[in-house]
Structures are given as structure tokens and as C-alpha cells.
């Protein structure tokens, strides 16, 4: 099961890129933060360095969840929910790093 069905399990608004009809299309991060923005949505993504110099420049977003990658989808989805749950659900403005626990 994919991240992004478990987070939904677990009670977020969450959606794909492929749900929005904007995987695969190579559109600049600049673009990614920015459409998330305009949908009042955060930005889960595993291009963690690129979305860390973004967030400075672009503050006035509505979150940014920047994940190490994670084989184990149930793992780190429980740490996305866990991660924004600990921000009670705020992300506005915010830079959450979620890291794949060493095991």
C-alpha cells in the first residue's frame, strides 16, 4: 500500500501528484510549491536538498515535508502522521524532516 493511502488511513487530506494529474510532467519545484500553495496543501517530497533552499525564499507556503526515503510505506507514513501531528496539523510556514530511522 502506497504513502499516501496510508496517510489518508490515518486520517489526512492527502493526495499524489498522479492524483492531480501532475506526476511525471518534470515541473520545477519552484511550480510544485507554488500549485501545493494555491491548493492549501503540503509538499511531501524526498528531493529534500532543493525543497530546503526553497523554503527560505518561498516562506509564505503551506508546508514542506521533507522525507529520506523509506522501503517500509507503513514506517514512514507513521512518521509523516506522527511528524505533523507533533506540529498539531500546522505546517504553514514550516519545515518538517522526517528521516528514515537507522535499523
Given at each position: 500500500m502506497g504513502v499516501i493511502k496510508l496517510l489518508q488511513d490515518l486520517g489526512h487530506n492527502a493526495?499524489?501528484?498522479?492524483?492531480?494529474?501532475?506526476d511525471n510532467?518534470?515541473?520545477p519545484d519552484e511550480r510544485v510549491l507554488e500549485?501545493?500553495?494555491l491548493?492549501?496543501?503540503?509538499?511531501?517530497?524526498?528531493?529534500r536538498k532543493d525543497f530546503?533552499?526553497?523554503?527560505?525564499s518561498n516562506s509564505q507556503h503551506d508546508g514542506i515535508i521533507a522525507c529520506t526515503y523509506d522501503p517500509e510505506q507503513d514506517r514512514?507514513?507513521?512518521n509523516i502522521d506522527q511528524a505533523?501531528?507533533?506540529?498539531?496539523?500546522?505546517?504553514?510556514?514550516k519545515l518538517i524532516r522526517v528521516y528514515r530511522p537507522n535499523i
Open positions: 493526495v499524489s501528484a498522479k492524483d492531480m494529474g501532475k510532467q518534470n515541473i500549485y501545493a500553495t491548493q492549501e496543501r503540503a509538499v511531501i517530497t524526498f528531493n530546503f533552499k526553497l523554503h527560505p514512514l507514513a507513521r505533523v501531528n507533533a506540529e498539531n496539523g500546522d505546517l504553514k510556514q
